[in-house]
C-alpha cells in the first residue's frame, strides 16, 4: 500500500527501495534543489557485527504518520514534492531502509526540509527495527529520538 499525492509519495513495503523512483517522483523544471537521504543498513554496531536489519511496521498507522510529516514539513518549508518510503521485512547490509527526498526551489528549504523529516520519521513512525548479529543472534533496537520513549505515564 502506499498513499500518494501528485506532491507526496509515501510508501511502506517489503520490496528494495529505488532511488531513481524517489528521485523522479520529486523532480520538477521548477524546482531548483533536491535533497536525498539514503539510510543504509551498516555492517557494524558498538563492536559487533551486523549482518541484517529486519523492520515490522503497523503499516496503515505508518503511512499515516508518514503523511502527516510530508504535512509538517510543508507547514514549516516552502517546498514542490517529497518522498518518504520505508522498507520493512529483510533489509540486508548496504541496502537502503529508508529513503526521504525533497524538492524545492533553493536548497537549503530541501536541505533543511530532509533533515527534519528523517528525525521525525525516527521519532513517531510505527516501524520497528529489529538487527541481527554474525553470531545468529538478533536484538530489538530502540530509537533514542522516540517520542513516546521520553513520555511520562
Not at 517546498?79 to 541496502?95: K, M
Request: aromatic share 8%; proline share 3%.
Amino acid at each position: 500500500m502506499s498513499l500518494a499525492s501528485e506532491r507526496d509519495l509515501v510508501r511502506v513495503s517489503p520490496d528494495p527501495i529505488s532511488q531513481e523512483e524517489v528521485t523522479e517522483f520529486v523532480t520538477d523544471p521548477s524546482i531548483g534543489a533536491i535533497s536525498l537521504f539514503i539510510g543504509v543498513t551498516r555492517d557494524h554496531f558498538q563492536g559487533r557485527k551486523v549482518v541484517r536489519l529486519e523492520y515490522e511496521a503497523y503499516t496503515a498507522m505508518a503511512e499515516k504518520q508518514l503523511s502527516q510529516i510530508c504535512s509538517d514539513v510543508r507547514k514549516k518549508w516552502p517546498v514542490h514534492r517529497i518522498a518518504v518510503v520505508h522498507r520493512i521485512g529483510v533489509v540486508p547490509v548496504s541496502e537502503a531502509s529508508v529513503v526521504i527526498a525533497v524538492s524545492a526551489e533553493h536548497r537549503k528549504e530541501a536541505i533543511e526540509a530532509v533533515a527534519f523529516a528523517i528525525e521525525v520519521v525516527k521519532s513517531v513512525a510505527a516501524i520497528w527495527k529489529k538487527e541481527f548479529y554474525e553470531e545468529g543472534e538478533g536484538q530489538w533496537k530502540e530509537n533514542k529520538e522516540c517520542s513516546w520513549k521520553h513520555e511520562k505515564s
